[in-house]
C-alpha cells in the first residue's frame, strides 16, 4: 500500500470505522503494510492519546477529523499494545485487531455445507488461548447484515469498537477479543441489510445468559469437566433399550420443591434431594422439562431462546453438569425435553436475527406457529438444520444427558397442522407432509444414536404418522420410542365416568392393545394432563375422596401392567389434590398427619410398582413385543373387569393383572395359563397404600378347570376398585 493511500482511507474507510457501518473493519484496522514499514491503525473512542507499546513506545497521530482514529509507523510487524488517555484516565489493553483467523478452513467449508455436526464448537463464545494471549473467541451467523459487533460491559456496549471478521461466504462473523474472561456478558450489534442498527441479540450459541428478565449471554467454560460417570456411561445402552425396564419421572425443575423464602432449588441442592428421591422412590429416569434458557417463566421452557445454555435460574454449566453426574451415580438416566419446533419472537432471539428471515421461515403460513404465537425453524435451510441437530448433540456430549425428548413432534410433521384451508402452503407433491421437517428429525436421530454410544430419543407424536420408532432405513424416523398419547387419551376419558357408566366405554381400556406393537410406546401422564382447567390425577377420579383415591390406585396398577414404558409427571406419583402450579412447590405438605394417609399410601404405591416392574422381567421384557401379553379377559364390559397375562423370558415366571373398575368386591373364577401356586404380589387395595385391605393373601391354588380359554382356575376375591397382581412361584 503507498505511503500516500492514508488520504484515500480518510474518505473511504476512516468516517465509516468511526460511525460503525464499515463491513470489512479488519481492512482498515489492526497492522497494515505501507511500503516497506508497518502501519498501525486504532480507533479508540474516548481517547484523547494513545501510545503504542511495542519494541519501544510510540506515540501515535490523531486522524484529523475524526476523534478516536489514531495511526503510527511501526519498523515491522510485531506485537504490541496499546495505551489510551481520556477525560483523566488511563487504560492499557490488546488490540483486537492484531490478532488473526481463529476458526480454519475446515470449519469455514463445513459452516458453509451445513454439515459442521459439532457447531457449538466453532460458533459462540470461547476461552481460548490464541496468539500467545488469553481471551476470548466469538462467532456468529448473520450472513445478511452489513457489520456484526460484539458489545458488553468491556466496551461500553458500543458496536463501534469491536466489529468483527466476515469469513468468505459463509456468513459467520469471528473476533479474538484478548484478555476477557470467564462471567463476562455480552451481546451483538448487528446492521441488517439496509444499514439500520437492530436491536442487540443474545448469542445463539451462548453457553450461558443472564438471569431472566435480563437476557444478554455469558462467557461460560465448559472445558475440563469432572466426570465421576464412567460406569454409567458404559452401561446405559443395556438399561435404555426395548428390553430394560424403564420409569420415568417428569419434572420442572423449579416447581419440584422450593427453598425456604420460596427460592428455587439450586442445581447442587437437587442434585442432592432430587436425585435421592427418585432413587428411593424406584424411577429409571428423570426426564427435565426444557432448561434450555427461555425468557418467560410461564412458559415452563417451551419457548427457549438460548438453546446450548442450561437455565442460570438453578446454576451455571458446570453445576448442572454435577447434577447429572450425581444421578448417574445413583443409577439414575436423565432426559431433555428438546424443543426444536418453535421459538418466540423476543427482540434479543433468533426472530429476523440478521435483519432476514434467517432462521424461521418469511412466509408466515410456514414460518408462524397460530397456537404459541412462535416462530417456526426454516428445517429446509442447511445452516438451520445443521443448528438443531448439533444442539441435540451437544446436550448429549457436553451434558452427558442420556436422551431426548422431543416435543411437539406431530405439529413438525405436518404443514397443515392447526391450520384451516388456506393458511398453509403444501410440499411439493400437493400433500402435507413436512418433508424437510421430517428430514430434520431422520438426520437427527441418525446423528445421535451414531455418534453417541447408549442414548435413547423419544418423540411427543400424537397422530397415526408410521414409523416413528422405526430405523430411518426402513423407512421410520429412527426414535427410539414414542409417547403412547391415545392410550392416555382413551384410559383417562374412561376413568372419568361414573363406574355404573363404564360398561358402556370398555372399549377405551382394550383399544390401546389392538396397536401396542406397532411402536415402542411409552405410557405418558404427563405435565399436559394436570393443567389448564384438567384437574389433577385425583380430581378427575369419580365417587368421594376414598373412591378417587382408590380409582386413581387402580388406575396405576393397570398403567403398570400394561405393555409399554412409564412416565409419570411429579406431584401425581403422591396424588396432589390441586392442578400443577409452575410458579410454586408441589404440595408436599399433603403428605403430612392423619389427612396424608392416602395421599402416603399412592406414594408407597408407585414405589412398589416401580419395584415390582423393574424386578419381574414379565412385566418389561416384551414392552415393544406382542409375545409379551395375551388376555384372560377383555370382553367383561358389565363387570367393567380386565384380565391379562404378561410374560418374560422362557425361564421368567408369568404375571396375570386383573382390575376391577367397579365399587362392588368381586368373587370369581379367573382363568390362569398354568398350574400351581399362585402368589398375590401387588394390590393396589392393599391397607398399606390406603385401600381396605381385601384380597388374596397367602396366593391361591389352580384347579384343572378351564376358564377363561385357560387349562387351570382359581377362585379369587377381586376387590372393589383395585388391580392385583399375580405371579407364580413367588
Request: include cysteine; aromatic fraction near 12%; charged fraction near 20%.
Amino acid at each position: 500500500m503507498p505511503k500516500g493511500s492514508t488520504k484515500s482511507l480518510a474518505t473511504r474507510s476512516v468516517r465509516a470505522i468511526a460511525q460503525g457501518t464499515h463491513g470489512d473493519p479488519f481492512s482498515v484496522l489492526g497492522l497494515h503494510p505501507v511500503g516497506e514499514a508497518w502501519q498501525l491503525r486504532a480507533f479508540v473512542p474516548g481517547a484523547e492519546t494513545l501510545t503504542v507499546l511495542a519494541q519501544t513506545q510510540i506515540v501515535a497521530t490523531p486522524f484529523k477529523d475524526v476523534p478516536g482514529f489514531f495511526t503510527a509507523d511501526l519498523p515491522d510487524q510485531t506485537a504490541y499494545r496499546l495505551r489510551a488517555k481520556g477525560s483523566g484516565a488511563e487504560w492499557e489493553f490488546d488490540d483486537p485487531f492484531r490478532f488473526g483467523p481463529v476458526l480454519g478452513a475446515l470449519d469455514e467449508y463445513l459452516l458453509g455445507e451445513g454439515k459442521h455436526k459439532r457447531l457449538w464448537q466453532g460458533l459462540g463464545a470461547h476461552l481460548i488461548t490464541h496468539e500467545g494471549v488469553e481471551g476470548v473467541h466469538f462467532a456468529v451467523w448473520a450472513p445478511n447484515a452489513q457489520r456484526v459487533s460484539v458489545v458488553g460491559d468491556f466496551n461500553i456496549w458500543d458496536g463501534r469498537r469491536t466489529p468483527m471478521r466476515l469469513r468468505g461466504g459463509t456468513g459467520v462473523w469471528e473476533i479474538f477479543v484478548p484478555e476477557l474472561t470467564e462471567g463476562m456478558i455480552y451481546k451483538y450489534e448487528l446492521r441488517s441489510h439496509d444499514g439500520a442498527v437492530m436491536p442487540l441479540k443474545s448469542d445463539p450459541v451462548g453457553y450461558g445468559s443472564e438471569h431472566p428478565p435480563a437476557n444478554a449471554s455469558v462467557v461460560r467454560d465448559l472445558r475440563n469437566p469432572d466426570w465421576q460417570d464412567a460406569e454409567w456411561m458404559q452401561t446405559r445402552g443395556a438399561a435404555q433399550s426395548v428390553d430394560a425396564p424403564i420409569a420415568v419421572y417428569e419434572v420442572h425443575l423449579a416447581s419440584w420443591k422450593r427453598a425456604p423464602g420460596d427460592r428455587m432449588l439450586s442445581y447442587a441442592e437437587l442434585a442432592d434431594q432430587l436425585v435421592a428421591y427418585v432413587t428411593d422412590m424406584g424411577f429409571t429416569h428423570i426426564e427435565l422439562m426444557p432448561i434450555s434458557e427461555y425468557p418467560f417463566d410461564g412458559s415452563w421452557g417451551y419457548q427457549p431462546v438460548g438453546l446450548f445454555a442450561p437455565t442460570i435460574r438453578h446454576g451455571t454449566p458446570p453445576e448442572f453438569r454435577a447434577f447429572i453426574d450425581a444421578a448417574h451415580q445413583a443409577g439414575v438416566g436423565v432426559l431433555l425435553d428438546w424443543v426444536p419446533g418453535h421459538f418466540p419472537s423476543d427482540a434479543h432471539g433468533l426472530a429476523r436475527f440478521d435483519g432476514t428471515p434467517l432462521y424461521e421461515h418469511a412466509d408466515p403460513r410456514e414460518g408462524f406457529h397460530q397456537d404459541w404465537n412462535t416462530l417456526i425453524f426454516n428445517y429446509g435451510r442447511v445452516e438451520v438444520a445443521n443448528y438443531l441437530i448439533s444442539n441435540a448433540l451437544y446436550w448429549l456430549e457436553e451434558y452427558h444427558l442420556d436422551g431426548l425428548r422431543v416435543d411437539a413432534v406431530a405439529s413438525m410433521l405436518y404443514r397443515d397442522y392447526s391450520r384451516d384451508a388456506g393458511q398453509w402452503i403444501p410440499n411439493r407433491d400437493g400433500g402435507r407432509e413436512n418433508y424437510e421437517a421430517i428430514a430434520l428429525l431422520q438426520n437427527m436421530n441418525i446423528t445421535a444414536y451414531g455418534e453417541v454410544a447408549g442414548i435413547m430419543t423419544v418423540a411427543e407424536e400424537s397422530t397415526a404418522f408410521p414409523g416413528v420408532s422405526r430405523p430411518v432405513d426402513h423407512g421410520g424416523l429412527g426414535f427410539g420410542f414414542k409417547w403412547n398419547m391415545g392410550w392416555m387419551n382413551d384410559t383417562l376419558s374412561y376413568m372419568k365416568h361414573d363406574p355404573i357408566h363404564r360398561k358402556h366405554h370398555h372399549h377405551q381400556m382394550t383399544f390401546g392393545l389392538h396397536y401396542a406393537w406397532s411402536e415402542n410406546f411409552i405410557l405418558p401422564i404427563s405435565h399436559d394432563e394436570v393443567v389448564h382447567g384438567k384437574g389433577s390425577m385425583l380430581a378427575k377420579m369419580p365417587g368421594d375422596r376414598d373412591q378417587k383415591f382408590a380409582n386413581l390406585r387402580a388406575y396405576y396398577g393397570f398403567m403398570w401392567g400394561h405393555p409399554g414404558k412409564k412416565l409419570l409427571f411429579m406431584g401425581c406419583e403422591f396424588a396432589q389434590s390441586g392442578e400443577w402450579a409452575h410458579g410454586r412447590s408441589l404440595d408436599w405438605h399433603e403428605l403430612d398427619g392423619d389427612h396424608g394417609l392416602p395421599h402416603r399410601g399412592m406414594q408407597s404405591l408407585i414405589r412398589d410398582l416401580n419395584r415390582l416392574y423393574r424386578t419381574t422381567p414379565a412385566l418389561h421384557l416384551h414392552d415393544t413385543r406382542a409375545q409379551g401379553f395375551d388376555w384372560i379377559s377383555s370382553e367383561d364390559a358389565d363387570g367393567s373387569s380386565y384380565a391379562f397375562v404378561r410374560c418374560g423370558g422362557p425361564d421368567d415366571a408369568p404375571v396375570v393383572v386383573v382390575c376391577n373398575f367397579t365399587p362392588v368386591e368381586r368373587h370369581i373364577r379367573l382363568g390362569l395359563p398354568k398350574a400351581g401356586r399362585w402368589k398375590e404380589v401387588l394390590n393396589t387395595d392393599a391397607l398399606c397404600y390406603g385401600g381396605g385391605n381385601r384380597g388374596n393373601f397367602g396366593g391361591v391354588q389352580t384347579e384343572a378347570t378351564p376358564s377363561h380359554n385357560q387349562p387351570q382356575s382359581a377362585m379369587i376375591t377381586l376387590p372393589p376398585l383395585a388391580t392385583v397382581f399375580f405371579q407364580q412361584g413367588r
